[in-house]
Nanobody, 115 residues
Framework: QVQVVESGGGLVQAGGSLRLSCAAS????????MSWYRQAPGKQRELVAI???????NYADSVKGRFTISRDNARNTVDLQMNTLEPEDTAVYYC?????????WGQGTQVTVSS
């Protein structure tokens, strides 16, 4: 079993920054993909950023240039640096890791951006 735990959410004013962290642990040899999703009230969960084991990263258009995903394969962690936050970024942020084709999710961390 794989456990995924996020941390770092909170309340910030528009224009501010937050850094989310995610750590995976348990029975796993390697993690193929680590990613961040978010879900705002009344909306579907959406992909924010993704990092492959080889270092390839991709971002949702809405966060390009503002968010940076960084992954540490040795520690099985992935961070999301969020800059120039906007009220539209308010959501519960979830970390997802894929191990041997199985997706594991964290419990989510709330990010609230006030205007």
């Amino acid at each position: 079993q794989v456990q995924v735990v996020e941390s770092g959410g909170g309340l910030v004013q528009a224009g501010g920054s937050l850094r989310l962290s995610c750590a995976a642990s348990g029975r796993m040899s390697s993690i193929a993909v680590m990613s961040w999703y978010r879900q705002a009230p009344g909306k579907q969960r959406e992909l924010v950023a993704i990092a492959s084991s080889g270092g390839t990263t991709n971002y949702a258009d809405s966060v390009k240039g503002r968010f940076t995903i960084s992954r540490d394969n040795a520690r099985n962690t992935v961070d999301l640096q969020m800059n120039t936050l906007e009220p539209e970024d308010t959501a519960v942020y979830y970390c997802k890791v894929v191990v041997w084709g199985i997706a594991y999710w964290g419990q989510g961390t709330q990010v609230t951006v006030s205007s």
